[in-house]
């Protein structure tokens, strides 16, 4: 039976308000009893030297404390974690049955991008599958979007993310934002691939501490009238919590409410270092050592959804991801402390 589109279903293109359906549906988060803000540690080393003058007004928050502050002075030097996960996305890309499919990633990977992998595999055993299952679920879900009727994708923190060549499609706009440095690595990188679609995505250098990524969006031929996809991988656990949150009300005040943000996040107890399992205190180790410290962490992400003006979300456990994807459940894994989430402000995100 045809149901009438509501008008955010009309936004993506729906005539007849029936979508594709979607393979696999994440499940519910429970939205806790005493919601409590993550603390943010003084002792943070990036929130030294950065003084409020430098802090972009949008952030609209205590500069001092906080801050997309993030990696922009490690940012000196291309994103090491973004080589790290290209090398685990080509290492998944090449077993025998591959979760995920990235023909691009090793090349762009680096002997450097392996090695970090190999040192961070060592702590934490199944690093590989779960950046293979990332992917997988985050292209199950852009396919789905594109499916619904999506034209414009935005890859925040792309890094060496290659899905505006796999999955670019006619009529569909791929927007890749990232820090100039690690931008400006990923070309000279792309243009030693031979056949590689350079011209699938737009590339938009911008350092969130310094730059409006809203802005730098708009003058780089972004329709904020219209709906987007947006997909936040493996960014938000780098970035203190009031840059998250700035990040998505700029999202949610600032682009069509039928657009959709797709992130995943940490556990607030691994966020804040407060972890005994040795893979987790390794994790955290690496990518501090590469310079890209793991800061933030959320158990439940529903409040902090609501506050910044979402009202519609879903949230699974990269167990559960693991799950549906597998077909296997190890508790060893510890996936258990990731998790998905898609949220929107007045998308459907469970049709
Ligand atoms: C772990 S990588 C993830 C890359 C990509 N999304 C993926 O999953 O392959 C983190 C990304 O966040 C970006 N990032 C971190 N801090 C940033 C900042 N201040 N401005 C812009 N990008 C930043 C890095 O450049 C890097 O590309």
Redesign the pocket.
């Known amino acids: 039976m045809k149901s009438e589109p509501t008008a955010s279903r009309r936004a993506w293109g729906f005539e007849d308000g029936e979508g594709p359906r979607q393979p696999f549906v994440l499940g519910v988060d429970v939205v806790p009893k005493n919601r409590r803000s993550a603390g943010l540690s003084r002792s943070d080393p990036y929130t030294t030297g950065i003084s409020a003058v430098c802090g972009p007004s949008w952030l609209n928050v205590n500069v001092a404390r906080c801050g997309?502050?993030?990696?922009?002075e490690a940012?000196q030097q291309?994103?090491r974690?973004?080589r790290?996960?290209?090398a685990l996305?080509a290492r998944a890309t090449e077993r025998e049955t591959p979760l995920c499919d990235d023909p691009f990633a090793r090349a762009l990977a680096g002997p450097r991008g392996f090695e970090d992998a190999a040192r961070y595999e060592q702590g934490y055993p199944h690093i590989e599958l779960f950046?293979a299952l990332?992917?997988a679920l985050f292209d199950q879900e852009t396919r789905r979007w594109l499916a619904r009727g999506c034209t414009q994708v935005v890859?925040?923190?792309?890094?060496?993310?290659t899905r505006a060549a796999r999955l670019g499609q006619k009529g569909v706009r791929f927007f890749e934002?990232?820090?100039p440095?690690?931008?400006a690595d990923k070309l000279a990188r792309l243009s030693a691939l031979p056949g590689y679609p350079f011209e699938n995505a737009t590339y938009v250098p911008?350092?969130?501490?310094v730059n409006d990524f809203v802005e730098r969006l708009d003058s780089s031929g972004f329709l904020a009238e219209q709906p987007a996809l947006l997909?936040?991988?493996?960014?938000t656990y780098?970035?203190e919590e009031p840059a998250v949150r700035a990040t998505l009300r700029r999202i949610a005040e600032k682009l069509h409410p039928s657009s959709v943000i797709l992130f995943d996040h940490v556990g607030k107890r691994m966020g804040q270092g407060n972890v005994r399992d040795a893979s987790a205190i390794a994790a955290r180790d690496n990518v501090a050592e590469m310079g890209?410290p793991v800061v933030f962490g959320v158990d439940h992400v529903l409040p902090m959804l609501y506050e910044e003006g979402f009202r519609r979300a879903r949230c699974a456990s990269f167990d559960e991801i693991a799950l549906n994807l597998t077909g296997t459940y190890d508790r060893a894994r510890t996936f258990r402390f990731q998790h998905a989430v898609v949220a929107s402000v007045a998308e459907d995100v469970w049709a």
Not at 155 to 161: I, N, W
Not at 231 to 235: D, K, S
């Open positions: 997309m502050p993030c990696h922009s940012m291309p994103s974690t973004a790290m996960v290209a996305r950046v990332r992917t890859l925040l923190g792309a890094g060496l993310d934002v990232d820090h440095t690690t931008q911008c350092d969130f501490a997909i936040w991988e493996g960014v780098y970035l890209e």
